[in-house]
């Protein structure tokens, strides 16, 4: 999509949070110093299928709005008679042009909106099924209830920028990581409601007193073994439904940070500016952590992972080590008592602290976690 009305930003979140959808938007993909033409037709050239999104003003608009749909109509004329490839989508109440009027439209404006995103979604699931793309599998979900975000492997940009003036030293340099497996990564962190059957289970006390204990809210006061202990009383509970090979266990410090802010080193999980409508932070005056997901899927990450900006802070399996992350230098060792890195912010800091690549090691009280299904780490 490119130069969308409000109501395509809020789409375009909305397919960003579907696991087997990487929507490509112009203000969210091109970067100060591209080629924006050559991009763009790279981004047509690539692209499954294309959401034309039509309002009176754009339909009547000359220029290079219509350019870039002649770009997409002659790109359509190479695929195979009745491919699934433009689909015209409706913002505002519009006639399509004559051009697009041979495609079946749909509607995504007011009172039409969730009808429309499930018309938008079944034809695009129409089209992942001719590629033979599996949109289940991106997506595990336990008989607990507990849904985890496939996060494929490969390269991402870790850290900030040397001239980021938000990021503390600890985060420098940027660096490329590339982690070589797939992993899955909960959704959301683990809450009062699944943490209480842990304690029962173990005859242990939770960690906050009943009034906090809210349960769709993330647990807070976990210290790191309890972490570990969790994902070890998980492994048992549910090992019959892991994938073979793979177990249940807190995140590196590499799988959270690729999980929060995908392959393009972005400041938020959503995106490079900040929006305090998007996440739990003190911008909000909230003063006090949310339901899980409260934010979703405007905050979620290109991964469909929910408040990894804000809320609460999360415990990770590293160590505090300097850069750049090399997983095989010690720091992902569980034997030492050293202090291990948190991450993601909390309601009570400010968005410097909420940001991906923040890196933070000190005592605080609002300390949860999340889950990751991964490969086991080396003992």
Same mark, same amino acid.
């Given at each position: 999509?490119?130069?969308?009305?409000? +109501?395509?930003?809020?789409?375009?979140?909305?397919?960003?949070?579907?696991?087997?959808?990487?929507?490509?938007?112009?203000?969210?993909?091109?970067?100060?110093?591209?080629?924006?033409?050559?991009?763009?037709?790279?981004?047509?050239?690539?692209?499954?299928?294309?959401?034309?999104?039509?309002?009176?003003?754009?339909?009547?608009?000359?220029?290079?709005?219509?350019?870039?749909?002649?770009?997409?109509?002659?790109?359509?004329?190479?695929?195979?008679?009745?491919?699934?490839?433009?689909?015209?989508?409706?913002?505002?109440?519009?006639?399509?042009?004559?051009?697009?009027?041979?495609?079946?439209?749909?509607?995504?404006?007011?009172?039409?909106?969730?009808?429309?995103? +499930?018309?938008?979604?079944?034809?695009?699931?129409?089209?992942?099924?001719?590629?033979?793309?599996?949109?289940?599998?991106?997506?595990?979900?336990?008989?607990?209830?507990?849904?985890?975000?496939?996060?494929?492997?490969?390269?991402?940009?870790?850290?900030? *920028?040397?001239?980021?003036?938000?990021?503390?030293?600890? %985060?420098?340099?940027? #660096?490329?990581?590339?982690?070589?497996?797939?992993?899955?990564?909960?959704?959301?962190?683990?809450?009062?409601?699944? !943490?209480?059957?842990?304690? *029962?289970?173990?005859?242990?006390?939770?960690?906050?007193?009943?009034?906090?204990?809210?349960?769709?809210?993330?647990?807070?006061?976990?210290?790191?073994?309890?972490?570990?202990?969790?994902?070890?009383?998980?492994?048992?509970?549910?090992?019959?439904?892991?994938?073979?090979?793979?177990?249940?266990?807190?995140?590196?410090?590499?799988?959270? %940070?690729?999980?929060?802010?995908?392959?393009?080193?972005?400041?938020?999980?959503?995106?490079?500016?900040?929006?305090?409508?998007?996440?739990?932070?003190?911008?909000?005056?909230?003063?006090?952590?949310?339901?899980?997901?409260?934010?979703?899927?405007?905050?979620?990450?290109?991964?469909?992972?929910?408040?990894?900006?804000?809320?609460?802070?999360?415990?990770? #399996?590293?160590?505090?080590?300097?850069?750049?992350?090399?997983?095989?230098?010690?720091?992902?060792?569980?034997?030492?008592?050293?202090? #291990?890195?948190?991450?993601?912010?909390?309601?009570?800091?400010?968005?410097?602290?909420?940001?991906?690549?923040?890196?933070?090691?000190?005592?605080?009280? !609002?300390?949860?976690?999340?889950?990751?299904?991964?490969?086991?780490?080396?003992?």
């Amino acid at each position: 999509m490119t130069n969308p009305p409000p +109501e395509g930003d809020e789409l375009y979140q909305k397919l960003r949070a579907e696991p087997w959808i990487q929507p490509w938007l112009d203000e969210e993909e091109l970067y100060p110093g591209q080629d924006w033409d050559m991009e763009i037709e790279k981004a047509v050239e690539t692209a499954d299928a294309i959401i034309v999104c039509l309002t009176k003003n754009s339909i009547s608009k000359e220029g290079y709005v219509q350019r870039e749909l002649r770009i997409v109509l002659d790109y359509a004329d190479y695929k195979p008679e009745g491919t699934l490839y433009i689909i015209p989508l409706r913002l505002e109440e519009c006639e399509p042009p004559r051009s697009l009027r041979k495609w079946q439209y749909a509607d995504y404006f007011e009172g039409q909106r969730e009808r429309g995103f +499930e018309r938008l979604l079944g034809s695009l699931k129409k089209r992942a099924d001719s590629l033979g793309v599996n949109t289940s599998s991106n997506k595990i979900v336990f008989s607990n209830g507990m849904e985890f975000m496939r996060v494929p492997a490969g390269k991402f940009l870790m850290g900030s *920028k040397n001239d980021n003036i938000l990021a503390n030293d600890d %985060e420098y340099p940027q #660096h490329i990581v590339d982690i070589p497996y797939n992993f899955w990564m909960a959704r959301f962190p683990v809450t009062n409601e699944l !943490y209480n059957f842990y304690v *029962k289970s173990k005859r242990i006390s939770h960690p906050v007193f009943r009034f906090y204990r809210i349960q769709d809210h993330p647990v807070v006061k976990v210290k790191w073994t309890d972490a570990i202990a969790y994902c070890q009383w998980m492994n048992n509970l549910l090992k019959a439904e892991l994938p073979s090979g793979l177990v249940l266990r807190l995140p590196t410090e590499a799988e959270w %940070e690729k999980a929060a802010r995908g392959t393009d080193g972005r400041e938020y999980p959503w995106g490079n500016e900040f929006d305090k409508n998007n996440c739990n932070t003190a911008e909000g005056g909230k003063r006090v952590n949310t339901p899980v997901g409260l934010y979703s899927p405007r905050g979620d990450s290109p991964y469909g992972c929910a408040d990894m900006a804000g809320n609460v802070w999360e415990w990770t #399996h590293s160590l505090k080590k300097g850069y750049p992350y090399k997983a095989n230098d010690g720091r992902e060792d569980e034997k030492t008592s050293a202090a #291990h890195v948190r991450r993601g912010g909390s309601f009570k800091n400010l968005e410097r602290l909420a940001r991906c690549a923040c890196r933070y090691f000190f005592l605080l009280n !609002y300390i949860g976690f999340r889950v990751a299904i991964a490969p086991p780490l080396p003992k």
